[in-house]
Each structure stands twice: as structure tokens, then as C-alpha cells.
């Protein structure tokens, strides 16, 4: 007799259904634009921009090579530079901080609160001072900042607020989309994003003419007219294939945000089902915001965080960790004189949290295994411990 087969795995994102389920559309999008020969920017970026911008109830949109490239021009097009401070959460992934280093800049960190993992935005004003030019809320996992408090800390100081909404394309703040909630919102398009294409893309919205027009230059060396160059810009344009994929997809995103919601609450009721409510923390959606689910996002134990990480991983199940280390604490920021302890919070979310599998065509089975997995590695521990 045989033995039974291992269930299938699951994975953390699964884009290729997706694609699948819109090849036809894709491919002839794709075929388009090899056919028009207008391989990087061109109509089809130009009307992409026009239409997520409109998505996110903002004037402008210009496309860039990623999510990174975005935060990097938004900050060069606010005149963010040498010897100026940026407030920036230490809870974040990289390219938050780095995109400040990389202007000149220096990343000054605020901790986060430890129920949406965000900013915490009573931390934020003792961290100003007379060289801080902008603060960036991050809206991570797909859940926005607290931003009235945050946009009244910079009004008071005459700050910028530039969002980093690269997990939360499609979140809300009371009613209003991010993508208009602060001076320019920055965007990714990574094939795991709430709407992703097949490679890097990014975008910068905003409601400032004049900041759109030095955006579209930085991001083609600076250049306004062809061959003149006003700026020291960058090579940080938006390939037409992506743009193309993109607007392929975006008609589609209210569907698979609603799709991701539906998910999440699955995942609340299993982890009741299973009752491992006093285990594994659930994600927290705050009543005046629209969470996305970018992530769905648990904490457990810090003793058990990594070897459920791993019972997961032999299982099948697809896992990952946002964020092992805080900012603070990587190599390359020593540089900021921060120590380990200086953000408790954030530091206690590194040991905590582990990210469950979540895309927009997750099945009810497939997140019953996932639960179920976590259920039979307590049970296990606890005989262990008996």
C-alpha cells in the first residue's frame, strides 16, 4: 500500500495565477508594445500614470524603475539633501532609510506603534529639529499611517510628509486612498505587490505641478529638453512593458483587495478555530482604515517564532520574515550612532512576527492547512514540554 502524498505546498504569494487567468490580455499588451517600437516611457507609461493616479485620487503620476527609484526621486524633487534629516520608522524595509542616504541625507528613526506596526506618531516631534526637512510614514502590510497627527506635526514644522505606500496601493485613511495623503506617495509595483508586474516598477504621485514636472526630468538624467540637463538626475525610467502589464491589471485590483480582505478574515476565524488566539496574534485593522493585506502579518512567542518558521518551511507551507533586523541595528547605519534598545518596539516586532501565505486567490483549504500546520507544531511542543 502506498503511502499517502504529501499535501501540496502553498505558496507565500502565487503570482502565476494571475497571469493565467489574464494571458491573452498580458501577452497582447505585451506584443503591443514590441510592435511599437517605444520600448522605455511612450504612450503606454504615459497612460498608466494617468490612470493609477486617478486611481488614487491624486493629479499627477510618473513612472519610475521601482519602488526605491520613487522614494529616491520624491525626496531630490522636494529639495531633500546634503545635511537635511528625514524622520523614518526603524520597522521598515530597507530602501525607506536608504533611499534618504542615497540624496545626502540622514534617516532619523521614530518608533512604531506595536499594534499596526506603523510609525507611531507621538514619537515623531521629539525627533525634530532645525535640519528635519520631511517625515516618511510608512503604511506597511498594507495598512496606513495615522496621518492626521503625523500631518499636523508637519504642518506645525513645516515639514514633508512623503508616504512610502509601496505595500498599500488601494489602502485608505478615512475614506481617502493613500497616494494623496502627503506632498508625493511613492509606490512599487514588485510582482508580489497588491498589483504587481513581471520584473521591478514603481510610481510617484502628487498634486504639485511643479514637482511633477522636476519629477519626469530626474528621472531621465535631469533632463526636460533632450540632451539638456537642468538637474544632476537619474536613470530611473518606467519600461513600457511594465506600464503596459499594469494597465492590464489595474481594472482588476478592487476584485483582489476585496478578495485579500476576505482572506484575512479567514485567517481570523481559523486561528479561533484552532484556538491559537492565545499562540499567534492577529494583524490589527484599525476602524477608520481600509487594510489591504499586502502581508498577513502574525506575531507569536519570540522562543517560537523561528522554529515554527521552520516547522512551516518543511511542511510546504511559504513563509517569511518582515523584518529580522530593525534599521537601527544593520551594518551599513552604524554610521547613525544608534544602539540596540534605543526602539523597543521595533525591536520586539523583529522577534516576533512572521508573515502567513495571502494572495488574492488563496483558497479556504489551502489557509486551513496553513493554520493547521501551526496548530499541529504547538500541539507538538507542548507534548514536548509535558
Known amino acids: 500500500m502506498k503511502p499517502d502524498p504529501a499535501p501540496p505546498p502553498v505558496p507565500l504569494c502565487d503570482i502565476q495565477i494571475q497571469y493565467r487567468a489574464q494571458k491573452d490580455e498580458i501577452d497582447a499588451a505585451v506584443l503591443r508594445v514590441l510592435g511599437s517600437g517605444q520600448a522605455i516611457l511612450g504612450p503606454e507609461v504615459a497612460a498608466f500614470e494617468k490612470e493609477a493616479a486617478a486611481y488614487c485620487g491624486a493629479a499627477y503620476g510618473v513612472g519610475c524603475g ?24 526603524p ?7 536608504s533611499s534618504v542616504c542615497r540624496v545626502g541625507a540622514r534617516p532619523v528613526f521614530a518608533d512604531i506603534d506595536p499594534v499596526t506596526f506603523n510609525i507611531d506618531p507621538a514619537q515623531i516631534a521629539a525627533k525634530i529639529t ?9 503604511h506597511l502590510f498594507g495598512q496606513c499611517c495615522d496621518m492626521d497627527p503625523i500631518r499636523r506635526v508637519a504642518d506645525d514644522h513645516r515639514l514633508y510628509v512623503v508616504e512610502d505606500a509601496a505595500q498599500s ?28 508586474t513581471l520584473g521591478d516598477a514603481g510610481l510617484v504621485t502628487t498634486n504639485d505641478p511643479a514637482v511633477a514636472k522636476k519629477l519626469q526630468a530626474l528621472r531621465v538624467h535631469g533632463s526636460e529638453v533632450k540632451y539638456y540637463h537642468k538637474y544632476l538626475g537619474y536613470n530611473m525610467r518606467l519600461d513600457a512593458v511594465h506600464a503596459a502589464i499594469l494597465r492590464v491589471k489595474l481594472p482588476n485590483v478592487p476584485r483582489w483587495l476585496g478578495q485579500r480582505e476576505v482572506a484575512a478574515r479567514r485567517y481570523d476565524g481559523l486561528v479561533e478555530k484552532y484556538q ?31 522554529p515554527l518558521v521552520k516547522h512551516l518551511k518543511e511542511n510546504g507551507i511559504g513563509v517569511e520574515v518582515y523584518y ?3 534599521l537601527h541595528q544593520q551594518e551599513c547605519f552604524r554610521h547613525l550612532d544608534y544602539r ?12 516576533t512576527v512572521l508573515a502567513l501565505p495571502i494572495f488574492p486567490e488563496i483558497t479556504e483549504a489551502q489557509q486551513d492547512r496553513v493554520i493547521g500546520v501551526c496548530a499541529a507544531y504547538l500541539q507538538q511542543r507542548l507534548r514536548l514540554a509535558a
Open 169 to 196: 496601493f488601494g489602502a485608505e485613511y478615512r475614506g481617502v486612498r493613500c497616494g494623496s495623503l502627503g506632498a508625493v506617495s511613492c509606490f512599487s509595483f514588485y510582482p508580489t505587490k497588491n498589483i504587481g
Open 324 to 326: 529580522p533586523l530593525a
Open 130 to 138: 532645525n535640519r528635519t526637512r520631511a517625515i516618511i510614514p510608512v
Open 66 to 89: 521601482s519602488g526605491t527609484d520613487a522614494l529616491v526621486l520624491a525626496l531630490h524633487a522636494l529639495g531633500v539633501g546634503p545635511g537635511d534629516e528625514v524622520i523614518v520608522p
Open 340 to 351: 540596540t534598545g534605543d526602539f523597543p518596539t521595533s525591536e520586539e516586532a523583529t522577534r
Open 91 to 97: 520597522f521598515t524595509f530597507f530602501a525607506t532609510a
Open 276 to 306: 491559537l488566539h492565545g499562540f499567534m496574534q492577529r494583524p490589527t485593522a484599525r476602524p477608520d482604515r481600509r487594510h489591504v493585506f499586502n502581508q498577513y502579518v502574525v506575531r507569536v512567542p519570540p522562543a517560537h517564532r523561528d
